[in-house]
């Protein structure tokens, strides 16, 4: 069965450190990738995706995420927080025919002054 | 203006009442989706919608019907709401592209509570 597993609910890091967000996924085949972010009572922004090709994907605000086929993950990072990155992230997984599509849990963000 | 506006953006109602939530978007998109959002569940797909006559059910769509009422507009319905609906709600769009699976666009949310 699909699934898409965010194994931390809550990560805080400091202003300035780098960030990486974990993201597995069950899937048969090669799956499409997705990144979102939920600003406090905003609606989700697409951060990056991945659908085929290079598998380190440069996203919007500074983000980046790479696919590792063997490993099952997308996993997001940046290099330097900044407080406005506080939010809620969601990984997402998509069939190629749009049968299925699954959002993980998610992972809240704190940054810390 | 919004590309993906929803309305009520909050309600409240009682059990057994009907809710009809209502989506419009001004993107052009074909496709249109309602997802509902639990505390660490994440968003679970309801129903999507391809185009007006294409219509499918989601992941968790017992208790809900929709109705794509033209290209811009997509109401989900609850004919008799239960407290186990309250949730929020997002409504979503996409582009047909050469994927059928694409980015997709999301409304600010209506925020549920069934008494």
């Known amino acids: 069965a699909q699934s898409v597993t965010q194994p931390d609910i809550h990560i805080t890091v400091s202003e300035g450190a780098s960030l990486e967000l974990r993201c597995n996924y069950s899937?048969?085949?090669?799956?499409?990738l997705f990144w979102y972010v939920q600003s406090p009572g905003q609606g989700l922004q697409l951060l990056l995706k991945?659908?085929?090709?290079?598998?380190l994907v440069q996203g919007i605000k500074g983000f980046e995420a790479e696919f590792k086929r063997s490993q099952s993950s997308f996993n997001l990072r940046k290099p330097s927080v900044h407080w406005s990155d506080a939010a809620e992230y969601f990984c997402?997984?998509?069939?190629?025919?749009?049968?299925?599509?699954?959002f993980g849990s998610g992972t809240k963000l704190n940054v810390k002054p | 203006d919004a590309d993906v506006t929803q309305t009520p953006r909050n309600r409240i109602t009682k059990t057994g009442k009907r809710i009809m939530l209502e989506c419009s978007q001004t993107?052009?998109?074909?496709?249109m989706y309602w997802y509902r959002q639990d505390p660490g569940l994440g968003l679970r797909l309801i129903y999507y919608?391809?185009?007006?006559?294409?219509?499918n059910k989601g992941e968790i769509s017992d208790g809900y019907s929709v109705s794509r009422q033209a290209q811009a507009k997509f109401s989900l319905s609850l004919e008799s709401a239960i407290p186990n609906q309250t949730a929020l709600y997002f409504c979503?769009?996409?582009?047909?592209?050469?994927?059928?699976?694409?980015?997709?666009?999301f409304g600010p949310g209506t925020r549920l509570t069934v008494l």
């Open positions: 993107k052009g998109h074909d496709r």
């Open positions: 991945y659908f085929s090709g290079d598998t």
């Open positions: 997402a997984v998509g069939a190629r025919n749009f049968n299925k599509f699954y």
């Open positions: 899937y048969g085949a090669t799956p499409y």
């Open positions: 979503a769009t996409s582009d047909k592209t050469g994927h059928a699976t694409d980015t997709q666009y």
């Open positions: 919608s391809f185009d007006v006559k294409d219509i």
